[in-house]
Each structure stands twice: as structure tokens, then as C-alpha cells.
């Protein structure tokens, strides 16, 4: 998440309608996904594990420990679904994201990450120049 508007910055909405500003070059792309599952807290509410390929596990240790209290975007298909804040260095290459509505919203997003791994990453389009 950024905290000032800059060129590679946009603006979305998150799930409560509530504007947020997230950088336009992720940290980790659906390239970076080895593969998603649902998975459960202890309270039974639903939740969807998340284990990343071991080179991007070494991107998220360093991203984790770099934003250490601060929230992280989770962006799919241009839309912000979840905004986890880093409350540990993710050290084992997965992670464990919360706050579904529903079971069935953390399947859709299973199934989502899940197909996507195996999608190009779009390139981010600039006006004129070479690139």
C-alpha cells in the first residue's frame, strides 16, 4: 500500500468501499503463486492459504520484514480483494489470508489464484518512448 499519490500509484477501492492507494508494480505477481487452498482459523471462518514458488518466498520475507505493521494489497483481476496487515516476517513462503465474508468467497478466490498462475503478467502500459 503507498502513502503518498506518485505516477506508479492508483487508487481502488477496498471490499468496504473505502479508497486505498496501492502501487501499480506489485511485489509479487500470480507467476509467483505455486498454489492456493482453503484452509480455516481456528474459529472455524474460512481462509485461503497461499504458498509461493522459492524464489518469491525470498521476495516475501524481505517484503514482510520491510512492512513490518503496515497493510499489504492483495489485488485480482484490477480489484482489491483483502488488505492483511504484516503482523510477522514470512519466513516459510506462505501465507494465510482472512476476512471472507463467506466460504465461498474464499473458494472463488482459490479457484481465482489457482487459474491465474499459469496466465501471463500483462505488462504495464507507458506512454511513448522505447522502452
Known sequence: MAQKP???TRTL??????AVLVTTHPALTQRDVQ???LASVADGAPAVRVLFTPEAS???AKLTREEQGKALAVVIDGQLRLLPRVTR??????VLLKGFASPEEAQT???RLNELRDVPVQPEQKS????
Open 35 to 37: 498454489r492456493a487452498e
Open 109 to 111: 478466490l482459490v479457484r
Open 6 to 8: 506518485t505516477a506508479s
Open 89 to 94: 516476517v514470512v519466513t516459510d513462503g506462505q
Open 13 to 18: 477501492a477496498d471490499p468496504q468501499g473505502k
Open 128 to 131: 511513448g518512448g522505447q522502452p
Open 58 to 60: 525470498q521476495r516475501l
